[in-house]
């Protein structure tokens, strides 16, 4: 496959990080859309998605991986996105931000409609190939991180996790995390892949990221 040796060819290369740093800042914003049936038509790329709790960083990473400062808007307030966000990369793939879930401070009726929007996005939109679920670093695992992993094998979606502000995390939590994060995946090992553990204060496992990204839409 002269595609798939081009990659490997790519990424053994003593410049590979660079060429996928400049593969991921070639991007663009699609569009905000509250369903998956308002996406528009012509956004046929396959998609790679970004879910997790409110506040766990998803707008950090996103612009880290695209090197692209304000890609995905930051904000200090959880529960602020509220639509799926889709970022075009080089033309090949999208990136999609969906909404966070679990802010108690949103309205029951927002919490509800959220709920509705991501799951009907993960069981029905075809064009997503693989889903990266965040999760905070220091916080650790929660119930509804375990219902979205039940969520994505409901819908038969292949899933890796990002862990997330491991800088604040000492090495100990992380080998802990680590060690529970994989024993409970057992239960999940059909559709789950694989963990990244990153800063994006300290820029760490951001190209791990880019990478099977990369070779993921290779191999589609």
């Not at 009907?120 to 997503?128: A, G, I, L, T, V």
Request: positive net charge; proline residues 1%.
């Amino acid at each position: 496959n002269s595609g798939l040796f081009k990659e490997k060819f790519l990424l053994k290369m003593s410049n590979g990080n660079k060429f996928l740093n400049q593969f991921f800042n070639s991007n663009n914003f699609i569009g905000s859309f509250q369903s998956y049936n308002d996406i528009m038509p012509s956004s046929n790329l396959i998609e790679f998605c970004f879910i997790g709790r409110s506040n766990v960083g998803k707008s950090s990473i996103i612009n880290a991986i695209t090197k692209t400062n304000n890609l995905a808007r930051i904000s200090k307030t959880p529960g602020r996105t509220q639509s799926i966000n889709i970022f075009e990369i080089n033309k090949s793939f999208n990136l999609v931000d969906l909404p966070g879930y679990g802010f108690a401070k949103l309205s029951k009726v927002i919490r509800n409609n959220l709920a509705v929007l991501i799951e009907e996005y993960m069981k029905n939109r075809k064009n997503m190939k693989h889903a990266f679920v965040l999760i905070d670093s220091k916080v650790g695992l929660k119930n509804l991180d375990i219902d979205m992993f039940d969520l994505l094998c409901e819908s038969k979606k292949s899933f890796s996790i990002i862990f997330t502000k491991i800088d604040k995390s000492s090495k100990t939590q992380l080998e802990l995390l680590d060690t529970s994060i994989l024993s409970l995946m057992k239960s999940y090992s059909q559709y789950f892949f694989k963990t990244f553990f990153t800063s994006t204060k300290k820029i760490e496992g951001i190209i791990d990221i880019q990478k099977e990204i990369y070779k993921l839409s290779q191999k589609i």
